[in-house]
């Protein structure tokens, strides 16, 4: 499976601007890769108190993106501000190819910055099966908590993170990214934003593609955009949790 990891600069609360960036990305990666993954909130940045940005899932940004997945035959991954029964979430969204749609909601909601104020925290997870990989999504403050992460007995194989994750604590992020790959025994993906917000906040990437020993495939530039592509195979993990199965002495446990 290819899939691309899109760095990029997102425009503060100006959905028609970062849809227009974003389709033109996509159309020069037509054909190019199986699966492009987009930052936390890529439509508007992480504009958590401003709930008129809020869409429902017939809303522009889901119908524009089921548009994209089918025209450049592509699957779509990433978050943006959504609203149903009169709540709102930072909902993570997997499109596939053919225009259908999965959806989790951020779980761990950044308090520090208010997130928790505005929006409502998502209680469900979802692995989507998509070129053969077993595919989890989260968002952003997730990777704090191993234990929404947990991948019990190898059920995904790839765990995307979405985010908008700031420049002081990004040596936070590039060792929870590892941690997370190294304990799940699984390739990890990490997708952060760089420039700065609205609010002033500082982002600077740190990007990464690893493998399940936290070796990095892909490696990004620090505070510039970049669109990088890496073909993953299955079968060198299948052969590590074979060889090196951690994962049945893992503890059993149950989230209520």
């Known amino acids: 499976m290819k899939i691309t990891l899109v760095q990029d600069i997102i425009h503060w609360a100006d959905k028609t601007a970062n849809l227009q960036k974003t389709e033109k990305q996509l159309a020069e990666l037509a054909g190019k890769t199986d699966l492009v993954v987009l930052p936390e909130m890529f439509t508007t940045g992480f504009c958590t108190n401003q709930l008129d940005l809020a869409e429902t899932m017939e809303g522009e940004t889901v119908r524009t993106l089921q548009k994209w997945a089918k025209t450049y035959k592509m699957a779509i991954t990433g978050s ?14 997997f499109i596939f190819p053919d225009g259908k749609i ?81 304990e799940n025994q699984a390739y990890v993906c990490g997708v952060n934003c760089v420039g700065t917000d609205g609010l002033g906040i500082d982002y ?15 490696s990004f530039p620090e505070n510039e955009t970049s669109i990088q592509t890496y073909e993953l195979s299955r079968e060198p993990l299948l052969k590590f949790r074979e060889k090196s199965a951690f994962w049945k002495d893992a503890d059993k446990f149950q989230i209520l």
């Open 204 to 218: 600077n990437g740190h990007s990464t593609l690893l493998d399940f020993k936290a070796t990095p495939l892909l």
């Open 80 to 93: 943006f501000i959504a609203t149903e029964n009169e709540k709102t979430f930072n909902r993570g969204f």
């Open 102 to 182: 999965e959806t989790a909601d951020k779980r761990h909601l950044f308090s520090i910055g208010g997130e928790d104020l505005y929006f409502s925290a998502g209680d469900r997870k979802f692995i989507v099966n998509y070129c053969g990989f077993n595919i989890r999504l989260l968002v952003c403050y997730d990777v704090r908590f191993p234990v929404w992460a947990r991948n019990i007995n190898n059920e995904y194989d790839l765990l995307i993170y979405v985010a908008n994750f700031q420049k002081n604590r990004i040596k936070n992020w590039d060792i929870l990214l590892q941690a997370r790959a190294i």
